[in-house]
Each structure stands twice: as structure tokens, then as C-alpha cells.
């Protein structure tokens, strides 16, 4: 470890990446050629070990024998469980047992890190414990299909499985070009691109462009990066009085460019990784109704809909997207018990969000964050169900637009999201609760005063809406 760090010293100087952050980089870097030899290896069981040794060397280079025994004991404890536990128990046993290896990782990153960006086996853990808990509850909807098939959804019917043996377990959790930054997957459709299933006739598509392409936007974004942080510093927005010489629109321009370059970075990391697991085979989807290759296994994040926004919906769908998959399938709608016939309670929602929060550490700025996005989501649900009817015309499933009211139905929902998704995401980049406050001082609290008035419009609509029908 101490010879690689010394090795990558003058680069770390050269580039002002600090060292342990560039061996995160150039260990995804090197997930192209070896995910494009990964491609050739024609043993199922060889490919499997591929895997894992490469996994294996890349958690040592980033984070040394600690990071080993994290990552072997978490996960080895959860493996021992599936051999053990019935089905009906493993996804909530696997639940508390990562969350709590997990939060037990970010409490010691306070103490010893507080405030503080240092690279450690935590991301990995993360990127662990979405896998093995979307693992439990494929194990246990492979048995549940066996009496109740009505009760599982589709898509959770495609990803059901048994337990797999501990050759497949590791290689899926060690699957190198995703397991340091993300995203996630399911293990069916890893296993069946270990033994070439997964591509039709067994043939491996061209993944030329699928590579090339996040590769190219990986650069773009980094450049973006680099070129933005300097002019816009976010540590303005969390100094008092730092806003003062802005008019609020002024600081609002201000709190887009500077969070940014912030977005940029996830950007620049997902779509690394992105183009690292296209070339490796695994982000293959299928064709499309035109006969096209797809390719959005491992797509974790749609910039365009984040930074050009049609509603608040959009940004949570495309950000962080294979989270918000796990977020979706394996917390909230698991909190009713016929996911087919009912849709989940009201508090759902609150506590997917806070499983967000939780799942990112306990910064308090997390909480703040992810509780304000819950509200922005909750009111922007009951806006759309009162305004969007009255700028089109539906027919069935489709939706024919009123113009001009859909224009400007569309702008306004547009700036909306954007400056809701803004203010929000500050308090996640600020952390502590006192820089989070200094930054709402900042800004007048503008953005809790407008989603307290749109809550207050949205229940006086419901309101309004049930006088209406009692008149009926």
C-alpha cells in the first residue's frame, strides 16, 4: 500500500488529486481493458474467478487489508444467514445487519474525519449493502412465486433467484468495474451474463459506442468541473453574510453554478463506471421495438433531466437511478403486502426517504435534505393531480396538450424543480446542521417558506375538491 501511495505521488501533485482519490480513478480507468478481456474468458467458472481476483486487488490498492476485512465480514455474514435463515426473515435480518455494519462505518468517519472528504471502504459497503439486500428479497420472492405468484410484481418475478453458491456470491459482490463507485444490480442477470444467456444466440453485442459515449461525457462533465468550482466556491452559500452583495435571484443563479461542479463529480464517476460495464458486456439490455442494442443496466444517472428538469419526478427517477431502483422495489413498495392490488401507505414515501439519508451517513444535512425532498415530492404529487388536467386531454393513456396552457405549464414546472432541487441538495453538500442553517439564513429560507405555501395550497384544493364532491 505505502509503495503504490509513493508511486502515485508526483501524478497526485501533478493533477491536485489528492492520492487516495486517484487510485479510486485509475482503478475504474483500468475496468476497460480488463472488463474487455473479462469478455473473452470462456470458462463460466473462470470468468467467475476473474472477477473476484480482480475485485480482491482493486479493494486492497484503495483501501488496504482494512478495507479487505470490512468487505469479507459484512458480507460473509449475510451469506452465512441465507444458508440459515427461512426465507421470509432473510430480508429483514439482511436489513439491520448492513445498515448496521454500514452506519457503524460512517460513525467512525465522523470521529475520526469529521466534515471530511478522505476515500475509505464506506462507498463499497454502500454499493455491498444495496446488493445484498435486493439479494434477500429476490431469495425470498423466489419461494413466495412457488404458493403467491400473484402477489410479486413482474419485474421482481424477473429477478427472483435461489441462494447462489459461494463462487457466484463473491464474483457478483467483487464484479470490479461497478463494485467501488456503483451502480448496483441484480444477481440474475449477472449470472446469466457470466454464462453468455444474456445476449441473444450468445453472441456479445458491440459495445463500441455503448463505451464510448458515458466515456467522452465523463470527460466533458470532469472538464465542466474544473472549469466551474473555482468561479462559483460553495463555501460562500455556508458563510454568513456570504450572499449579501446578491439579490435573491442573483443568489439563486449563484446556488446552481456553484452546486455544478458538485453534480459533476457523481457524473464523472457514474459514467466511468458506465463505460467500463458496457464494455465488459454486463450493461446489455436487450433490443429495443426498432432492433436497436440498449444498453441502461448500469445508466445510474440522466444529466440532461436533472439539469433541464420537467418536474421534480424526473430528477428523482434519473438521479442516483439504480438507488432509486432499490429504493423503489426494495423499500417502498415493500411496505404493503400485495404490491399488485394496493399501492403503499402514505408514510412510505417519508420513509424511503429516510432510508436514503440513513443508507448516506448521519450528517444532518442528509436528513435535512432528503425530509425537504419527501415534502417537495408529497406536494408536487397533489399540484400535478389539481393543474395537469387542465392543460391536457387524456384518452385513455394518452395525453393530448392544451396549448399554449402546456407551455407554460411545462416552464413553470421546469424552474420549479430546478430551484427546489437546489436548495434541497445545499444542505447535503454543507453536512452540519449550523452550515446548513447559515445557508437557509443565506437565503432567506426561501425555499421552506414556498414549499410551506404549497403545501397550504395543496390541501386547500383537496378542500375544495371534497366539498365539491359531497355536493355531488
Given at each position: 500500500m505505502e509503495s503504490v501511495d509513493s508511486a502515485l505521488t508526483p501524478l497526485a501533485d501533478a493533477t491536485g488529486f489528492p492520492v487516495d482519490q486517484l487510485k479510486f480513478v485509475l482503478c475504474i480507468l483500468l475496468c476497460y481493458p480488463l472488463g474487455y478481456t473479462h469478455r473473452f474468458v470462456t470458462d463460466v467458472r473462470l470468468?467467475?474467478?476473474y472477477s473476484i481476483i480482480i475485485g480482491v486487488t482493486f479493494l486492497y490498492v484503495c483501501f488496504g487489508l482494512i478495507g479487505l476485512f470490512h468487505f469479507f465480514l459484512s458480507s460473509g455474514v449475510v451469506y452465512g444467514l441465507f444458508q440459515v435463515l427461512p426465507s421470509r426473515k432473510i430480508p429483514t435480518v439482511t436489513f439491520i445487519i448492513m445498515f448496521g455494519y454500514l452506519s457503524s462505518l460512517h460513525i467512525y468517519?465522523?470521529?475520526?474525519?469529521?466534515?471530511?472528504?478522505?476515500m475509505d471502504v464506506t462507498a463499497a459497503i454502500m454499493v455491498l449493502l444495496i446488493k445484498l439486500t435486493s439479494l434477500s428479497y429476490n431469495i425470498r420472492d423466489w419461494v413466495v412465486m412457488k404458493d403467491n405468484p400473484e402477489i410479486i410484481l413482474n419485474e421482481w418475478k424477473d429477478n427472483a433467484c435461489g441462494v447462489p453458491s459461494l463462487l457466484e456470491y463473491y464474483s457478483y459482490?467483487?464484479?470490479?468495474?461497478?463494485?467501488?463507485?456503483?451502480?448496483?444490480f441484480n444477481l440474475k442477470p449477472y449470472l446469466q451474463?457470466?454464462?453468455?444467456?444474456?445476449?441473444?444466440?450468445?453472441?456479445?453485442?458491440?459495445?463500441?459506442?455503448?463505451t464510448i459515449k458515458p466515456f467522452l461525457w465523463a470527460l466533458f462533465f470532469i472538464v465542466?468541473?474544473?472549469?466551474?468550482?473555482?468561479?462559483?466556491?460553495?463555501?460562500?452559500?455556508?458563510?454568513?453574510?456570504?450572499?449579501?452583495?446578491?439579490?435573491?435571484l442573483g443568489s439563486l443563479v449563484y446556488l446552481y453554478f456553484s452546486l455544478l461542479p458538485v453534480r459533476c463529480q457523481y457524473y464523472f464517476i457514474w459514467k466511468l463506471a458506465e463505460g467500463a460495464g458496457n464494455l465488459s458486456g454486463l450493461g446489455y439490455t436487450g433490443k429495443d421495438k426498432e432492433g436497436n442494442d440498449t444498453w441502461n443496466r448500469l445508466n445510474n444517472v440522466v444529466p440532461k433531466s436533472i439539469e433541464f428538469p420537467s418536474s421534480v419526478r424526473e430528477i428523482t427517477i434519473d438521479?442516483?437511478?439504480k438507488t432509486g431502483d432499490w429504493l423503489r422495489n426494495y423499500v417502498y413498495m415493500r411496505q404493503t403486502d400485495d404490491p399488485v392490488k394496493q399501492q403503499p401507505p402514505k408514510h412510505a414515501l417519508y420513509l424511503t426517504n429516510a432510508s436514503s439519508a440513513f443508507w448516506h451517513g448521519f450528517y444532518p444535512g442528509y436528513y435535512c435534505s432528503f425530509i425537504f425532498a419527501a415534502?417537495?415530492?408529497d406536494i408536487a404529487r397533489g399540484l400535478r393531480a389539481h393543474f395537469r388536467p387542465m392543460v391536457t386531454i387524456k384518452n385513455g393513456k394518452e395525453e393530448t396538450p392544451i396549448q399554449p396552457q402546456k407551455k407554460v405549464y411545462d416552464a413553470l414546472g421546469t424552474l420549479l424543480s430546478l430551484l427546489t432541487f437546489n436548495y434541497g441538495q445545499a444542505s447535503f453538500v454543507g453536512l452540519s446542521?449550523?452550515?446548513?442553517?447559515?445557508?437557509?439564513?443565506?437565503?432567506y429560507w426561501c425555499g421552506h417558506i414556498a414549499t410551506a405555501f404549497g403545501w397550504l395550497l395543496v390541501f386547500y384544493l383537496n378542500s375544495q375538491k371534497k366539498r365539491e364532491t359531497k355536493k355531488e
Open positions: 470468468r467467475h474467478l468517519r465522523m470521529v475520526t474525519d469529521y466534515m471530511g472528504w478522505k459482490v467483487l464484479f470490479f468495474p461497478t463494485m467501488l463507485s456503483g451502480p448496483a451474463y457470466i454464462d453468455g444467456s444474456l445476449f441473444p444466440d450468445k453472441q456479445v453485442p458491440n459495445a463500441l459506442y455503448a465542466v468541473m474544473v472549469v466551474v468550482a473555482p468561479k462559483f466556491p460553495t463555501e460562500r452559500m455556508f458563510t454568513p453574510g456570504g450572499m449579501q452583495e446578491y439579490s435573491i438521479w442516483n437511478v415534502f417537495v415530492v446542521l449550523s452550515r446548513s442553517f447559515v445557508f437557509y439564513n443565506n437565503f
